[in-house]
């Protein structure tokens, strides 16, 4: 049976867990209606993806 052979102090743990933080999202702003939106995603209020439409726009 694995017992662990000392305790791992608050300190150590924090800084092993300081890696596991969660990065914030990108955005990029369009060229055409200059409205952020995520990289490789398509434009929810134009409904613009790479120069064409794929999806109705949101009025």
Same mark, same amino acid.
């Given at each position: 049976?694995?017992?662990?052979?000392?305790?791992?102090?608050? %300190? $150590? +743990?924090?800084?092993? $867990?300081? @890696?596991? /933080? =969660?990065?914030? #999202? %990108?955005? $990029?702003?369009? /060229?055409?209606?200059?409205? =952020? @939106? &995520?990289?490789? @995603?398509?434009?929810?209020?134009? #409904?613009?993806? $790479? #120069? &064409? +439409?794929?999806?109705?726009?949101?009025?």
């Amino acid at each position: 049976m694995a017992v662990p052979k000392s305790k791992v102090t608050k %300190s $150590r +743990q924090g800084m092993r $867990r300081s @890696h596991d /933080k =969660l990065a914030k #999202g %990108s955005y $990029r702003e369009d /060229k055409e209606t200059g409205e =952020l @939106h &995520r990289p490789h @995603h398509i434009d929810p209020k134009t #409904g613009m993806y $790479r #120069g &064409r +439409q794929v999806t109705e726009p949101k009025m």
